[in-house]
């Protein structure tokens, strides 16, 4: 089965710059998107199609891709975004998720 | 502003049936490029998706879990339905619905918005 691998963990000092990869098996063909989930609240997509970012999330959050690794970056990193992130693609007709990456924001 | 809520049972015991219901608000389930997802999380591990059914019956779904899920929707109460059967303690977790963009042949595929998730504990 199609795996998305993704960091354990990363580290970044408030109002710096955090990058989590996602990386998978020709994912350059495919699309990502990445999910924010905070303890005890719903997950919240902040990017979709690699790099478009839905209404409403902030613009420190952004998408890129490289060959067959997405990178979320957010700018100005604040307390507020540690959290769990998770990529997710699609491969033949089933969602598949990294294994998630946490955020520290120390 | 569409709004999907989670309802079911909180406790299962092994060897039975889970079934949990997703009711959809502020919008309207028949949609051609929306399906409607079932994902779950158990304690302390990663988000896994069960499966994703359109207004039409048409699904998807895991293949890990693919013999004991079954998905259904009803769209005259705007809401879809998740039975996983013979649960064991390795299906404790929080189970969300999401709206589901997926279009057939197309890579663009995400889940937005989730429910707000209803933990299901397996135990006797």
């Known amino acids: 089965s199609y795996e998305l691998t993704q960091p354990t963990s990363v580290s970044v000092s408030p109002g710096q710059t955090a990058s989590i990869t996602c990386s998978g098996d020709k994912l350059v063909n495919k699309y990502v998107c990445w999910y924010q989930l905070r303890p005890g609240q719903s997950p919240l997509m902040v990017i979709y199609q690699d790099k478009k970012r839905p209404s409403g999330i902030p613009e420190r959050f952004s998408g890129s891709t490289s060959g067959n690794t997405a990178t979320l970056t957010i700018s100005g990193t604040q307390a507020l975004d540690e959290a769990d992130y998770y990529c997710q693609a699609w491969d033949s007709s089933a969602v598949v998720f990294g294994g998630g990456t946490k955020l520290t924001v120390l | 502003q569409l709004q999907l809520r989670e309802s079911g049972p909180g406790l299962v015991k092994p060897s039975e049936t889970l079934s949990l219901t997703c009711t959809v608000s502020?919008?309207?389930?028949?949609?051609?490029?929306?399906?409607w997802g079932w994902i779950r999380q158990p304690p302390g591990k990663g988000l896994e998706w069960i499966g994703s059914i359109n207004y039409s019956g048409s699904t998807y779904y895991n293949p890990s879990l693919k013999r004991r899920v079954t998905i259904s929707v009803d769209t005259s109460k705007s809401r879809f339905s998740l039975k996983l059967n013979s649960v064991t303690a390795a299906d404790t977790a929080v189970y969300y619905c999401?709206?589901?963009?997926?279009?057939?042949?197309?890579?663009?595929?995400?889940?937005?918005?989730w429910g707000q998730g209803t933990l299901v504990t397996v135990s006797s």
């Open positions: 999401a709206r589901h963009y997926a279009i057939v042949g197309d890579y663009n595929n995400w889940l937005d918005p």
């Open positions: 502020g919008g309207s389930i028949r949609r051609d490029i929306y399906y």
